[in-house]
Structures are given as C-alpha cells and as structure tokens.
C-alpha cells in the first residue's frame, strides 16, 4: 500500500511537471512568433492570454505595452491594458494614471461597451474616485446581455468594493487556474478565454459571490480575466 501511494505520487508530479513544460514551451513558442512579427496583433493577443493565465502579470503588461507603441489607437489593447494596471495583484505593476488615462481613451472610443465602463469604473476606483466608479459600474450593469449572469455577478461584486471606498485587486491564479492555464491552449483554444467573468475552463470556474454587504468577499476569483 505503502509503495502504491509512492508511486502515485511519483506520477502525479510527473503529470504537473509534463503540463508545466507544455504551457512554458507554447508561451516561449508564442513569444518568438511576435518577437518575429510584432505586428501580428492575434499572435499577440494569444501571448498575453497565455502570460496572464499562468500568472505572469509584468510579463502580460509589457507585452501590451510594445503592442500599444505599435498600434497607439487600438482600443482592445488599451482597455485591456488599462485593466491590468488597475487591478494587478502586484502594486508595484500598477500605474493609476495611466490606467485611467487607456481607460477614458477605450471609453471615448466605445462607451457603449459594458467591458469598456467596467475598465473605467476600475481605473477611477483606483484612483479614488469610488462615486463615479460605482456609476460606471451601474453604467455596466444596465449594457449586459440577458446570458452574461457570471459577468454580470462580476460586476455586482466590484460594485460593491467601491460603494465601500475599496478598489478592485485581481487574485494571483490559483493551483488550480494555472493546471488549466497549461492544458486549455491544447484543448480549447486561447480565444475563448474568459474575459471579465465570461465562461472560464470547468476545472477552475468557482460560483459568484453571494451578494452581501461585506466588501472583503468581492474579491476576484482564482480564474484569470483577462480584459
């Protein structure tokens, strides 16, 4: 019994071992295809998703960043960029400014985009303005789908950070996000990861929080979003 249970052990980290290489390899993969074509906006894009599901959060800034002195007015990238400033886990990753600064560009640009007010909303509140970021948030609220319930309790959550003069912080992946970090590119495909609460891989998708007036339970949940 004793050997059985060593060896289960011995395979289980074997299987963590071989779905760490896989995802370290596409990302490294990823990145050569835009080291070689910077301008490749969808290979770019994969990158990013792959980097901010495994939790590399400078690495998905940076990329963004050289993306944005290609393209400046790409709307998607700013906002996404945007997003993460604002809401890194890291503090020393996050810049209010320049947050707000993307953040009011996308809006300007597509204010009748529930993700673009959910952006701004986050930019504000981490900048202090938790007024106006709680009426973004309902600005949100009021342009979702009848379908988007997971994003739509999203949004709630973070809502409610703000009327409690709290901002938003993402949550670093968890065991179990990473896991699905490594094998979802192989199964799925990276364009359909989630986005701001959208539909997230089984094995990492958690409920929404129940509404309530404590704020401290309104923190994102281990599944990356990114934007």
Known sequence: RLLSRGLGDVYKRQARTSEATEYETAVTAWGRVVEQAPANRAARQHLVRMLLAGGQYGAAIAALQRGLEIYPDDVDASRQLAWELATAPDPGLRDAVEARRLAEFAF??????????????????????????????????????????ELRGAIIARRYLYLASQPFRQTAPSDCARKSAHVFFYTVGWSHFPSHGRAAPETCRTQSPHLSTNPSRFRQSACPRPH
């Open 108 to 149: 300007a640009k597509n204010a009748g985009n529930p993700l673009a007010n959910d952006t701004l909303a986050a930019a504000m509140a981490e900048n202090g303005i938790y007024t106006e970021a709680a009426a973004l948030a309902d600005t949100a609220l009021g342009l979702l789908q009848a379908d988007e319930e």
